[in-house]
């Protein structure tokens, strides 16, 4: 928390974007700070990726993860967003992350 205001980190598919937007919105509405994710790679910000060899990708991906679960570290709770009940390999591990650090978590 900072001052009165709850940190709650969005986590889930980057191929909702919308979702994480109107996430964003809402919390932050409802007097929460945000953090969200950096890029979208299903529903924008293709061009980040496009031209890029398999070992910078990796690299890349690799990098983004971890700034991700750093996120998570400076955050009260993360909110998972879920459409359709779909929860892939990465948002599982940042739940099970967020739950072995003591982070709440919403969805």
Request: aromatic fraction near 8%; glycine fraction near 12%.
């Amino acid at each position: 928390m900072v001052g009165k205001h709850p940190v709650i980190t969005l986590c889930g598919s980057k191929r909702f974007k919308n979702q994480f937007m109107d996430a964003q919105k809402r919390l932050t509405l409802e007097g929460n700070i945000v953090i969200s994710v950096g890029l979208f790679g299903y529903s924008g910000d293709q061009e980040v990726w496009d031209g890029m060899d398999e070992g910078t990708l990796s690299k890349a991906k690799e990098m983004l993860d971890d700034m991700h679960k750093r996120k998570v570290d400076m955050t009260d709770s993360i909110y998972v967003i879920n459409v359709g009940g779909y929860i892939g390999d990465s948002t599982r591990s940042e739940i099970e992350y967020a739950k072995a650090h003591g982070k709440e978590v919403i969805m």
